[in-house]
């Protein structure tokens, strides 16, 4: 068995996973373990064990899923899954769990995403291709978010993928469109990236709290 070592624990990854659906059948059984995100990228097995970081991860993605969820229930336009579902798309041979991810109500009436169900009950995957992915960097996730699921999320045909960075004074914020050769980021227009998928300008500031601490604004129009 291969094993990962998780501080003082070890964590086995059993010898048969080693392609899509043997990950997937892991991550349904009691075996599959509580820490950590886990990915199956195209033949490789991905952990992140690390510790989540308050201003440059955890804040930020939050932010997107206010706004996003917000916006989407108010014009109607779908579903907003926050931080920990996990996206599975046959095509490109990937399951992983993106910081945040949108399914229009037309892509699930298409069946173009589903809902798949759990072996205990519920659903616990997405299945298919949603209209749009967020990732936020961190210092673990550095590779998987700028190089391997760039190339991933445009095979597994995502329309948008949504790359933010804010580990450091200047933010990074990209929204990467799908075109026939890999995506294609979008311009900027003073300030604001358009998105086609929510048919809205966004832009990424940081300020302040009341308490001195970062602030993060995803502002729309």
Known sequence: MTMLLLTDEAIHIPDEIHDLPAFRKWFQSDSFPEQGRWCFLDGAVWADTSMEQIFTHNQVKNEFAYVLTGLAKKDR?????????????????????????????????????????????????????????????????????????????????????????????????DIFRQSPKGYTPVRKAAGYLKSQVFAKSFRLTRGQDDSGHPEFSLLVR
Not at 80 to 100: C, H, K, R, T, W
């Open 77 to 173: 336009l779908g579903r907003y899954f926050p931080d920990g579902m996990q996206f599975v798309n046959l095509e490109a041979e990937i399951s992983s769990q993106p910081d945040g991810s949108f399914v229009s109500h037309e892509s699930l009436r298409h069946q173009r995403v589903e809902m798949a169900p759990a072996k205990g009950g519920g659903c616990i995957e997405l299945v298919g291709t949603p209209d749009m992915v967020l990732e936020v960097v961190s210092k673990s996730s550095v590779y998987k978010d700028t190089d391997r699921l760039l190339e991933l999320y445009w095979r597994a045909g995502v329309p948008e993928y949504w790359l933010v960075d804010v580990r450091t004074e200047l933010i990074r914020f």
